[in-house]
């Protein structure tokens, strides 16, 4: 079982690293190129593999810890910690899904509606509810990073059924929307880096003190907003700006 749980690691760190280079190249590339496309799929597939090995990890590791009479009781912040990465692998794998469902279907987009996209954005839902119930029942010192954070699935998952439900709400919906989730996929291999990559590269913990929190946050709060722009951008230059009552969605 150690061999195992550090071949876990090893495949989800290298997922990680390569994901994180392939992110990069699809934003600078044309797009619909065919270095966009490939890296792109890279990039997806990383999604899938760093999704899948947190998963298992986190599952593991709870079910080790309450075979062994441990908690959220006897210690809510270690125990909370997979309870929260286990919720960021969903949201990781809600948004790259979502922008290749997208992309997929964006000649028929009526066909990304599936029970299986469904269960994806309410599994977001779920997760962020799970995520905030567990920091107010069972107080730690993660607790804050467990609230800035948890909301952020509700958001990705009431933007996916909002899409399924009206998927040609404006004529380039399909690429916003694209853009918008693959850039949420994008600050969850950021925030990963910054959290343990950079960190043991650095160890700038120590200097940050009472704000341990902010690598957490801070792509986050950068992606957001810059998804935000980069939409507003790009339906100025195709001229498609929303109707008053519409209002732009956007993946968080």
Same mark, same amino acid.
């Given at each position: 079982?150690?061999?195992?749980?550090?071949?876990?690691?090893?495949?989800?760190?290298g997922? $990680?690293?390569?994901? +994180?280079a392939?992110f990069?190249i699809?934003?600078?590339?044309?797009?619909?190129?065919?270095?966009h496309?490939?890296?792109?799929?890279?990039?997806l597939?990383?999604?899938?593999?760093?999704?899948?090995?947190?998963?298992?990890?986190? !599952?593991?590791?709870?079910? @080790?810890? /309450?075979?062994? $009479?441990? $908690?959220?009781?006897?210690d809510?912040?270690g125990?909370?910690?997979a309870?929260?990465?286990?919720?960021?692998?969903?949201?990781?794998?809600?948004?790259?899904?979502? =922008?290749?469902r997208?992309i997929?279907?964006? /000649?028929?987009?009526?066909?990304? *509606?599936t029970p =299986?996209h469904?269960?994806?954005?309410f599994?977001?839902?779920?997760?962020?509810?799970?995520?905030?119930?567990?920091?107010l029942?069972f107080?730690?010192?993660?607790?804050?990073?467990?609230?800035?954070? =948890?909301?952020v699935?509700?958001?990705?998952? +009431?933007?996916m /059924?909002?899409y399924?439900?009206d998927?040609?709400?404006?004529?380039?919906?399909w690429?916003?929307?694209?853009? =918008?989730?693959?850039?949420?996929?994008g600050?969850?291999?950021?925030t990963?880096?910054?959290?343990?990559?950079?960190?043991?590269?650095? *160890?700038? !913990?120590?200097?940050?003190?009472?704000?341990?929190? @902010?690598?957490?946050? /801070?792509?986050?709060?950068l992606?957001?907003?810059?998804?935000?722009?980069?939409?507003?951008?790009?339906?100025?230059?195709?001229?498609? +700006?929303?109707?008053? *009552?519409?209002?732009?969605?956007?993946e968080?």
């Amino acid at each position: 079982m150690t061999e195992f749980r550090e071949l876990l690691r090893l495949a989800h760190i290298g997922f $990680g690293f390569v994901g +994180l280079a392939a992110f990069w190249i699809p934003v600078f590339t044309r797009k619909g190129s065919v270095g966009h496309v490939r890296f792109g799929t890279v990039f997806l597939w990383c999604v899938y593999g760093i999704a899948a090995s947190a998963m298992i990890a986190t !599952s593991h590791e709870m079910y @080790v810890a /309450l075979g062994t $009479g441990s $908690g959220p009781t006897t210690d809510p912040a270690g125990f909370g910690f997979a309870i929260f990465l286990f919720y960021i692998a969903v949201i990781t794998l809600a948004s790259g899904r979502h =922008g290749y469902r997208v992309i997929e279907t964006k /000649l028929e987009p009526t066909g990304i *509606d599936t029970p =299986g996209h469904r269960l994806l954005a309410f599994a977001s839902i779920a997760g962020s509810a799970l995520t905030i119930a567990y920091a107010l029942l069972f107080w730690s010192d993660l607790s804050v990073i467990f609230l800035a954070l =948890g909301p952020v699935g509700v958001g990705i998952g +009431l933007g996916m /059924l909002g899409y399924m439900r009206d998927p040609a709400v404006s004529k380039m919906a399909w690429w916003y929307e694209h853009m =918008g989730a693959m850039l949420g996929a994008g600050v969850a291999f950021h925030t990963a880096f910054i959290v343990f990559g950079a960190r043991r590269l650095f *160890d700038y !913990s120590s200097a940050l003190g009472g704000f341990a929190w @902010v690598p957490w946050v /801070l792509p986050a709060a950068l992606g957001v907003p810059a998804s935000i722009i980069w939409t507003r951008h790009y339906r100025r230059k195709f001229g498609d +700006l929303p109707a008053p *009552d519409a209002g732009a969605r956007v993946e968080a």
